[in-house]
């Protein structure tokens, strides 16, 4: 057993919610996280099937790809499916948990478990997104330069990319007067002090401020620090929409397809024709992807793999990509693997179980 506040501190320090679109409902749906939980049922949909296997096997934590609560809900009489899930895991004190786009999202969430299938190597993020970063400035003496960095570094600021550590760090001379009230690390209350100081600078995720900023004071020695946070609008290269790579191995358009058929299981691929003769640079989004053709174009993909894409939005490719449409659960029907491999390695004695309930509301003839 475990507090449910354990399990989602660990999936949340992975994919954070505030990297969730503004449109989704990320996030513990139902129960508090105060609860112990005895287990999770790990499912891409909470349907009311899915909470009756979760009561079956005496499990009261769902997690799920997709919230079952997308908009507001203004009456709760069970009118419909949604309102009758939350009714039932209210009453059977259930917790539902939805990890959803801020899954999507991270370099190593649903684009990479798909990529990871297809065997697609050399990937990254198709649309990397904006304003989640923010740089540090801070100043301290200079030979407290390295256990402020060092600090700063464990705490999460620093990295760019495939590359940790990263800071930058100038000199100068700062200047300060303690009053009768201070205690100053160097130089005399009511006296001005001046100090060779070093600037330091670090970039670091906005979800991990508070961390940052905790680590600065515990390092620093002053007991005053100064120091300024300012937002960056730079794309961050490790969180986005889509994902995108090249093949092992250049394939024909009908190879490919059955590569597609064959490794996301999909009974139906609708796809464009395309002036491409090989496959070989491929772009993959989990789920509705067509949002991001245009991307997939300007970065050079032969192919698009993704799911519901309308009539006209084909229309789009104009021979330039090869479209392939699989369906929007075969696409993400893996996802449930993830968050089992997630869990399994932070908590391997916690009991951990894939639903069984096959919750695709599209059937093939």
């Known amino acids: ?106 370099k190593t969430g649903v684009n990479a478990e798909i990529c990871k299938r297809l065997v697609i190597r050399e990937t990254r993020i198709l649309s990397p997104k904006a304003g989640l970063l923010k740089k540090l400035v801070t100043y301290c003496p200079e ?96 969180v986005g929409s889509g994902m995108i790579g090249h093949l092992e191995t250049p394939l024909k358009i009908p190879q490919f397809l059955e590569l597609l058929r064959d490794r996301m299981h999909a009974k139906s691929i609708r796809y464009t024709s395309t002036n491409q003769l090989t496959i070989n640079k491929v772009a993959v989004c989990g789920g509705s992807g067509s949002f991001l053709l245009r991307e997939a174009i300007q970065a050079g993909a032969d192919a698009f793999v993704t799911a519901d894409f309308k009539y006209h939005q084909f229309f789009d490719a104009e021979g330039k990509i090869l479209i392939a449409d699989i369906g929007h659960f075969e696409s993400e029907q893996f996802t449930k693997d993830l968050i089992y491999q997630i869990l399994n390695e932070k908590f391997p004695t916690f009991a951990l179980r894939l639903s069984e309930v096959n919750t695709n509301p599209v059937n093939y003839f």
């Open 1 to 106: 057993m475990e507090k449910l506040s354990t399990i989602l501190s660990h999936l949340e320090s992975l994919a954070p919610l505030s990297y969730q679109e503004s449109y989704d409902n990320s996030g513990l749906i139902t129960g508090s996280a105060d609860m112990v939980v005895n287990g999770a049922l790990i499912c891409l949909d909470s349907t009311e099937e899915v909470l009756d296997e979760a009561i079956r096997n005496g499990i009261n934590l769902v997690i799920a790809h997709h919230p079952i609560v997308f908009s507001g809900i203004k009456k709760l009489n069970g009118k419909n499916y949604v309102e009758k899930v939350i009714i039932k895991a209210i009453q059977n004190n259930i917790a539902i948990y939805a990890i959803h786009t801020n899954l999507d999202n991270i």
């Open 143 to 238: 030979n407290q330069t390295n256990n402020v960095k060092n600090a700063l570094f464990n705490a999460g600021a620093g990295n760019i990319g495939n590359y940790d550590e990263c800071s930058f760090s100038s000199k100068g001379t700062g200047s300060y007067r303690g009053n009768e009230g201070s205690n100053p690390f160097i130089g005399k209350k009511g006296e001005r002090h001046y100090e060779q100081e070093d600037r330091i600078e670090v970039l670091f995720k906005a979800p991990d401020q508070r961390k940052v900023l905790e680590a600065l004071r515990l390092a620093h020695p002053y007991e005053e620090i100064a120091f300024d946070i300012y937002s960056i609008d730079n794309q961050y290269e490790n």
